[in-house]
């Protein structure tokens, strides 16, 4: 019987155990290509447009993060489009994890023309042409694997296959938004977007960035660093980890004078910065005013309707494009939403605004049995409920709830309700799931 090694590089392994069998298999395959520590990644299964760590040799527990390889990054950029390995040799800007490596060798994994994931090796020496060989070789294997895997599923299609953002459309159309809006923000750098709590505000930015700067970068902040000397030096850690691409900034009426200040000066720079999306909840009186940055705020403004506000059809043009996407991100493509479930999402009581709409679609795609969603399976009553992690968000906190709604949510189906085995399959007490199902707003 082969090994988990040997069975991975030398035999017909199922394409359903790439993930598995690849850590197992990783040390094996650095050794034969001569590495001193390395990483594979592959797309991710719950967010099909980012990557995540697959395999890793050498680091150590705590690993190792390399910053040239961030999205939008030239040397990223470099990789997606390369059809074989390439060796990158040390630099101030090629930072490696081992003293002794010369360099790195990197691949992509190519499936349809498109990077899946990639390989990085850090060497003793200049790559030789056998090293390289074996490393295409091997992400070769893997990308037929990765076929394998996918086919018919859709589940590692990317959010840019999806083509255009039709709820992103509808929200600027609702906002009232014009040409001229967007022409002044790719002339100034800066839009702000008004509105009640879950109105869409984050959505049309996206759609703004995605519309007028595709391709860019974008990286969400909640909370801003109270002290002065902080925030500067926070913007341009924000900066680079954008690419320069765009900032969104949630809860600007909450800022102080100093950060109003802060914000406005960076603003006005006339080169060398990120672009920025101020969202504002309407209806609450800013703490403090700094009038520059309030003027700034005031020139290029959109402002958003509640979801009580909207007219039915545009409600009915809301739920299509959030249902795609939940059933991509839960790998359930399969999933209809019926005219019934339709009907009671936009005219019950339950939902009230965006996100509302998006918890209760999220928990029946979660929760289905069968290929439609009807009335009968949507929840009656409203829940707190945490939204899809974002993952250009830097809010830690709204993470984590997201991901442990969705394994609850997950456990709940598993286990039919059963809170002792949901408890121990979680690997937390009873007693802290029924807190968390309270907080939740699912118990």
């Known amino acids: 019987m082969l090994s988990a090694p040997e069975e991975f590089i030398w035999g017909n392994p199922d394409p359903k155990e790439l993930r598995i069998l690849l850590p197992l298999a990783f040390p094996e395959c650095l050794r034969l290509i001569e590495g001193l520590a390395g990483l594979a990644t592959l797309v991710s299964e719950s967010d099909p447009s980012s990557l995540e760590e697959a395999a890793s040799w050498g680091y150590g527990e705590d690993g190792f993060f390399y910053p040239f390889l961030t999205k939008g990054s030239q040397i990223r950029s470099r990789l997606e489009g390369s059809k074989s390995p390439f060796f990158l040799p040390r630099s101030e800007e090629v930072e490696l994890f081992r003293n002794d490596s010369?360099?790195?060798?990197?691949?992509?994994?190519?499936?349809?023309?498109?990077?899946?994931?990639?390989?990085?090796?850090?060497?003793?020496?200049?790559?030789?042409?056998?090293?390289?060989?074996?490393?295409?070789?091997?992400?070769?294997?893997?990308?037929?694997?990765?076929?394998?895997?996918s086919e018919p599923s859709t589940v590692y299609r990317t959010f840019e296959d999806l083509g255009p953002d039709p709820l992103g459309e509808l929200v600027f159309k609702l906002g009232n938004g014009k040409n001229s809006q967007l022409e002044k923000f790719k002339e100034s750098g800066s839009i702000c977007i008004s509105g009640p709590a879950s109105s869409g505000k984050k959505t049309l930015a996206k759609w703004i960035q995605k519309r007028e700067f595709p391709g860019r970068p974008i990286l969400t902040v909640s909370i801003l660093p109270e002290q002065a000397s902080k925030l500067e030096k926070a913007l341009i850690d924000w900066e680079k980890m954008a690419e320069s691409g765009t900032l969104i900034l949630e809860n600007s009426e909450n800022y102080s004078l100093a950060q109003q200040r802060i914000l406005f000066e960076y603003s006005q720079r006339k080169?060398?910065?990120?672009?920025?999306?101020?969202?504002?909840?309407?209806?609450?009186?800013?703490?403090?005013?700094?009038?520059?940055?309030?003027?700034?705020?005031?020139?290029?403004?959109?402002?958003?309707?509640?979801?009580?506000?909207?007219?039915?059809?545009?409600?009915?043009?809301?739920?299509?494009?959030?249902?795609?996407?939940?059933?991509?991100?839960?790998?359930?493509?399969?999933?209809?939403?019926?005219?019934?479930?339709?009907?009671?999402?936009?005219?019950?009581?339950s939902c009230q605004n965006l996100e509302d709409l998006r918890n209760a679609i999220e928990e029946a795609v979660l929760n289905s049995g069968s290929g439609e969603i009807r009335n009968s399976d949507l929840k009656k009553e409203g829940s707190k409920g945490i939204s899809l992690p974002d993952p250009e968000d830097l809010d830690l906190r709204k993470a984590v709830e997201a991901v442990e709604r969705q394994k609850i949510l997950l456990a709940d189906k598993l286990f039919g309700g059963n809170q002792i085995r949901m408890a121990k399959a979680l690997g937390i007490s009873r007693g802290s799931l029924q807190y968390k199902l309270k907080n939740l707003g699912l118990g």
């Open 102 to 149: 010369l360099g790195c060798l990197l691949s992509p994994v190519l499936l349809k023309g498109r990077m899946f994931g990639f390989f990085l090796i850090e060497l003793p020496n200049q790559a030789e042409e056998k090293q390289i060989l074996l490393l295409h070789l091997l992400c070769q294997k893997v990308a037929g694997l990765l076929k394998q895997e």
């Open 271 to 349: 080169s060398g910065k990120s672009r920025l999306i101020f969202l504002e909840n309407s209806g609450k009186k800013p703490a403090e005013e700094f009038l520059y940055f309030r003027s700034l705020l005031a020139e290029n403004r959109l402002e958003l309707p509640a979801w009580i506000d909207w007219a039915k059809s545009d409600k009915i043009a809301a739920v299509q494009p959030i249902f795609q996407e939940v059933c991509e991100l839960h790998g359930r493509p399969d999933l209809a939403l019926s005219e019934g479930a339709i009907e009671s999402l936009v005219e019950g009581s």
